[in-house]
């Protein structure tokens, strides 16, 4: 069971109503001397404390905006975070920082234990302007924009209004001029809001791109990379990959595509064939309710560990789970981190498909993560990077799946499920390799032109989308589908991580294949380290290389290729 943190330094009735509440704390721990190990250690864990208080205030803030947006004060709340009270932490904890790493205050430093503390306190310092404060304060604000502008996204069928992941349900329905009709639907309805989101993009690319300036880098992606702590990886490394994904994942999904045709019996394969059960079969439905998700999902972790399902289950009785699609609800999922309640919350829209049991089991990864390493002395430690954070849940959507019988009591339905969830994972290192390679050149290139920025879209897409569907006549939707990731407006450049990490899942789970006891092991032994170590190295600890290397894409496409022929 979860063990909130201890109020030791703060008050126990200190809350957050503007930054005149958090300043006395900044100031004593910037006054206070620290002449000795005890002294810096205890230093650490009192800022540590302060920085958990403050992470979950605004974690609250923007959970409970997301989870309604048309909700005013709940805007407000967030935005007067970010804008007033934000700006004054970036300042003291600038500070902070450079009283850290003083050489009088290193000499006091287990360097080694604290080696990736030290390195993302320099990386913060060699990144901090003071006049790029204010500009990422309005960068926060204008993120946001994106989720209002998608949760307002609805399409009217059937005499029913249907969010767009409700609608997209449709697109399994065993009628073609159904998926076809709701296809078009779903398309048009994103169309209305085209406009308006390449504005937005344009504008956080140019504040983006003057953020970059003010650092001394020429690019944001230049700056993005580093203050993402990519300290393992480079920019030609994810070049290599979306060359490897062309080369090695391409054809397999090709391959797929055109099975997919001759068993459809078609003569065009087109974009609304793409979800329907190859046999024409009922689409899976995995769940009933979102009480019949959590149960399901409950006991499926339960079975690979006792533990699992037990930290899921608390979850769902302290009401951090928020899981059903509704208007005025923003898009996607997510899993937030409290590390004061040292439970985290999951968000997301379930509408009762696959790809919702995925999400949850995925979303459900990052939560047990976040349980694992809440012994964790630092909140430093616990702030993971993508790399090992997503690793962690694409890890758990397959480790579990000798489980899905919870889902599934029919054994055709599941091993249909199984099938699907591996063609999901070929099609989507595609995507990621996309989106990857767009955000380069929307960075590299921050003056392009809306016509460019489409036309580039289209070159990319063609490249990792091969022949076999058929797109003539929905030009229109292609060049605008970007617009559907909301890593791009919220997130930019996080999301080479989810092919990284997707590589390192399929290891693991050949790893679990082989020797369940020993893989899931040194899976929770990895995602204990937290980030007390370099990435390579909770690789290690997980009993996997950190390579997207062609030649080890390929081996691992392979093992995949293999499985689904077992299936």
Known sequence: MAKRLIRNYLDKDFEITSFQDIKPYYNELLKRELNSPDQVWQWLLDRSELESVISEDLGWRYIKMNCQTDDRQLADHFNTFVSEIDPEIALAANQ??????????????DKARLFTVIRETK???????????????????????????????????????????????YLKNTDRNVREEIYHFINNRRLADT????????????????IALNAGFSNFRDYKFKSMGRFDYTVADCYNFHSAVAHDVVPMNEDLL???????????????????DEELK?????????????????????????????????????????????????????????????????????TGNLDDM??????????????????????????????????????????????????????????????????????????????????????????????ERNKTWTAINKEFSGETVDFSGLENYQQNIWQRQLHIFEVPFYYI??????????????????????????????????????IPEVYKAAGIKFDFSDAYIQELMDFVKAELVLL
């Open 123 to 169: 990386k913060e310092l060699d990144l901090f302007r003071e006049e790029n404060v204010p500009l990422e304060a309005e960068l926060q604000k204008m993120e946001q924009e994106f989720g209002q502008i998608a949760s307002k996204m609805t399409v009217h069928y059937k005499n029913k209004e249907l969010t767009l992941q409700e609608a997209s349900n």
């Open 282 to 350: 009922a689409p899976l439905n995995p769940f009933d309710t979102v009480n019949d998700l959590i149960r399901k999902t409950v006991y499926c972790f339960r079975d690979l560990d006792l533990e699992f399902g037990i930290y899921l289950n608390e979850m769902d009785k302290m009401g951090f789970l928020n899981l059903d699609s509704r208007k005025h609800k923003a898009p996607g999922g997510f899993n937030y981190p409290l590390h004061e309640s040292n439970v985290p919350f999951i968000f997301m829209n379930a």
């Open 258 to 276: 055109k099975m997919r045709k001759s068993k459809l019996k078609l003569d065009t394969l087109r974009p609304w064939d793409l979800d329907v």
């Open 358 to 451: 995925v999400t949850m089991l995925h979303e459900g990864g990052h939560a047990i993560h976040a349980y694992l390493t809440s012994h964790l002395d630092l909140v430093q430690f616990k702030e993971i990077p993508s790399e090992i954070a997503e690793l962690a849940s694409m890890s758990m959507e397959l480790i579990t799946m000798d489980y899905w019988h919870h889902f599934f009591d029919n054994e055709a339905d599941l091993r249909r499920a199984k099938r699907t969830h591996l063609k999901n994972i070929l099609s989507v290192l595609p995507w990621v390799a996309k989106i990857d390679k767009f955000q380069h050149f929307l960075y590299e290139n921050p003056n392009h032109t809306h016509e």
């Open 96 to 109: 902070l920082d450079k009283k850290f790493i003083d050489e009088q205050i290193q000499k006091h430093i």
């Open 195 to 210: 406009d308006t989101l390449n504005n937005l993009l344009s504008k956080l690319i140019k504040l983006r791109h003057q």
């Open 497 to 534: 991580e989810y092919g990284i990490a997707q590589l390192g899942a399929i290891a693991i789970w050949k790893n679990f294949k082989q020797d369940k006891k020993q893989a899931l092991e040194q899976y929770k032994k990895a995602l204990k380290m937290g980030y007390t170590s370099p």
